[in-house]
């Protein structure tokens, strides 16, 4: 079951006669009211998590809806456009009624901008949160535009609390869950539902050199730029390769300065991504916050350790010192990757740690975890 973050356990007398309230009966017809579709060249790791939720749902014999903004994919669960990127917000609630019509569970994916559908929605809804983005507004909208960030950030804190009164929301993880306490919400709402993975088959060859990847889109505050800023000081110890894998609104600025040894991919697929993260002799995650960091579980069910900050999200993805290391400024980011690019026994030993770990999660667990928090929503 999923985990209530923090509750306590309350267990009746020895002896006392057990009473098991009747459940309701699963939402059949559930709407998932997101930012973009899996197939969107923006998409990352909140559009997966939902992609394999509709889609693990919809084999399970329910009726998923996806409603979201930009181009529609086709996939064995609806996927419908709202509108446009940012337009969509406004649109959602008329393209609900337009094309959805109604639904016995509609899930409102919080990713900073709310739809707000308690509001207009009146019946049960589910909040999933990846993070809560209080510090991330001010990095995005800073100087001059610092308004918009006071704005946007009083707005999310205020659609994860005031506009949402009852019922639960899940969040990725223990970080995330701390966050939304922090901002409001009560511990006993929050339910924590954890990213999963595929198990990714037969593993690649590790790379005889020395290979380290950073995976993720090119957004301010996956910090890349503290990444190659950090290469420099690697490299003349370590030597090898650094490959940025992904693709975004930074990437022009980001391969300006880039030295050398450093490698931009762009967009790759996923059999060219299991194949760098079994090649890779460390995964770089340098990212200021994150809900869970799905992309060190998918390192690590290659055998692949990580080299994070100690930051929301990672801290809960990493184990620190057995499945990767957990830095708490650049001076120790720079040292543990050097640290751990030199000691062949140690990787080795991490790697196989985080394999271990990596198989505690798996996306049909998750899909029962969020499907008993579904169930809980339409009571």
């Not at 923090?6 to 098991?20: C, D, V, W």
């Not at 919400?185 to 993975?197: D, L, Q, T």
């Amino acid at each position: 079951m999923p985990q209530h973050v923090p509750s306590p356990l309350r267990t009746a007398p020895p002896g006392a006669p057990q009473h098991t309230p009747a459940l309701p009966p699963h939402p059949r017809r559930i709407v998932f009211l997101a930012h973009r579709d899996l197939g969107n060249p923006a998409a990352g790791g909140s559009e997966l998590l939902v992609d394999r939720l509709a889609d693990g749902l919809t084999r399970l014999g329910h009726q998923v809806t996806l409603l979201c903004g930009g181009p529609a994919a086709f996939r064995d669960y609806r996927v419908v456009s709202a509108g446009g990127t940012y337009d969509h917000y406004l649109r959602a609630r008329s393209a609900f009624a337009r094309q959805v019509g109604d639904c016995d569970l509609l899930v409102e994916v919080c990713n900073g901008v709310p739809y707000l559908a308690p509001l207009w929605h009146h019946g049960p809804t589910l909040c999933l949160v990846n993070h809560v983005h209080t510090d991330l507004w001010r990095m995005r909208f800073g100087g001059p535009l610092a308004p918009a960030a006071r704005i946007g950030r009083r707005l999310e804190h205020w659609a994860l609390t005031g506009a949402r009164q009852r019922g639960p929301v899940v969040a990725v993880s223990a970080s995330t869950a701390r966050a939304l306490h922090g901002i409001g919400v009560p511990r006993e709402r929050i339910r924590v539902v954890h990213n999963g993975v595929t198990d990714p088959g037969p593993r690649a060859e590790r790379s005889p050199e020395p290979l380290f990847v950073a995976v993720g889109r090119l957004v301010e505050y996956k910090r890349i730029d503290l990444l190659l800023r950090l290469w420099e000081r690697v490299r003349p110890v370590t030597g090898g390769r650094l490959v940025i894998v992904g693709d975004g609104p930074e990437r022009e600025r980001l391969e300006r300065p880039a030295g050398p040894g450093v490698e931009f991919t762009g967009h790759v697929s996923e059999a060219e991504k299991h194949r760098l993260l079994c090649a890779a002799w460390l995964l770089l995650h340098p990212s200021a916050v994150e809900g869970w960091g799905l992309v060190v579980t998918e390192a690590a069910a290659r055998g692949t350790p990580t080299v994070a900050f100690d930051v929301p999200g990672l801290r809960d993805s990493v184990r620190d010192g057995e499945t990767g290391v957990l830095a708490r400024g650049e001076s120790s980011f720079a040292a543990a990757w050097c640290a751990v690019a030199l000691d062949a026994e140690r990787r080795e030993s991490m790697g196989k740690a985080a394999l271990e770990h990596a198989a505690r999660y798996r996306w049909e667990h998750t899909v029962r975890e969020f499907r008993a928090v579904a169930r809980e929503a339409v009571r």
